[in-house]
């Protein structure tokens, strides 16, 4: 992601946290993109840092990283529940910050960090990479185009097989633990991205697989006038089911198969996007969907462009606050048995639907 500034220095970047995010996903895609230089990170897993990045300013504590004089933008990749406090540090510090999904754990907490953030006049964004999926790309074309005509019924779906509750904080009783927290916010923020804000929230999540301590499995509808888009993820599917099923008055639209490019980047691969493995529409059109791949360097040329180049951020804090809402939207749903609205406030329905922040 070439970028041409002359007399502007790089952004320099501090990563919080080094696990399979930080390290596999956050790393590669930074160092994709011109105008960005990964300058601190924030582990205390020594090895691992010094082998992959020996060129890095390393530092024990998270707080430390957040704070650091010596970077512009701080890059938060740790578990769920230290993503509010580490980026209100940050924030104090005059950083600018980039959250990993979850943006944090509250409502409460988002609007906080929002505020925080414009009272200091810097950027705050939340990595909602899911948008540079090729399939989400493809879909945005064609409803953009009027394709499959208004659009009534959408299912969008993150599904897996792990059938074993693994020891890792995402599956054990800690807060923001879960897939509602985990896959939730991808399909809650595409599904906004799309289509805006809901009228309500119905459904529920659940704890399906022997011996799992916290929701395995979810489901939950977002209604709006005349469509409703059903979000579902699984930890119990073995078989391949579709991504999205998308029906509307001139046809559907089908997709098979995962985006691959959080699984090369795992991997060791390079960042360059791959397509999905099918994509059909039906009804009045029967061709296959050709799009170009998906690539989440885009995400960080935009910060990169927002910061240096005067561009708009990629995902703003309210489209973030948006996204909490949803989820919180769907555990009271669940508790009530009813289906709730969004606990948005005038001021913030108004700045998500006129798309400023």
Partial sequence: MAFSSPGRAPLRVALLGFGIAGRYIHTPLLQGVDGLVLQVVASRQEEAVRSTLPQVTRCDSHEAGATHPDVDLV?????????????????????????????????????????????????????????WDTDFQALK???????????????SRFDRFRPEVRKQWREQVVPGAGVWFDLGPHLVDQALHLFGLPESVAGTREALREGAFVDDWFQYTLAYPRRRVVLQASMSIAAMTPRFAVHGSRGSWLTLGREQQVPRLVMGGP????????????????????????????????????????????????QAVAVQAVLEAGIEAQASGRAQPLALTAEERAAFDAGVD
């Fill in 141 to 155: 074309a064609l409803l953009a185009e009027g394709t499959l005509g208004h659009v009534a019924h959408v299912e």
């Fill in 271 to 318: 960042p360059e996007g791959l397509a999905w493995h099918d994509a059909s529409l039906h009804g009045q059109h029967g061709a296959p969907t050709v799009a170009s791949a998906g690539d989440y360097r885009q995400y960080y040329a935009g910060i990169r462009d927002a910061l240096l180049g005067g561009a708009r951020n990629p995902v703003t804090p309210i």
């Fill in 75 to 131: 890059v938060i990749a740790t578990a769920n529940d230290l993503h509010a406090p580490l980026a209100e540090a940050a924030l104090k510090a005059g950083k600018h910050v980039v959250v990993d999904k979850p943006f944090t754990i509250t409502l409460a907490e988002a609007r906080a960090l929002r505020a925080l953030a414009a009272s200091r006049g810097l950027l705050l964004s939340v990595f909602h990479n899911r948008r």
